[in-house]
């Protein structure tokens, strides 16, 4: 699933020329919709998992 979510910039900080950011969404089974709708200590746990994955993988665990 490619869900494009824009980041609008803050008026007054974008620079001329500078892109604006574009991310796909990184969950295939998990909606936005759904992962938002999660108390913000769950998003954080959901966050620390997916870097403590990433580090590990990093440093070839």
Do not use: C
């Not at 008026?11 to 574009?22: A, V």
């Not at 969404?25 to 909606?31: H, K, T, V």
């Amino acid at each position: 699933m490619e869900i494009e979510i824009k980041i609008p910039v803050d008026s007054g900080t974008k620079k001329i020329g500078e892109p604006t950011l574009h991310y796909t969404w990184p969950f295939q089974q998990i909606l936005p919709v759904d992962y938002f709708s999660l108390p913000a200590e769950k998003r954080d746990l959901v966050e620390a998992i997916a870097l403590t994955m990433l580090n590990q993988k990093a440093s070839g665990k």
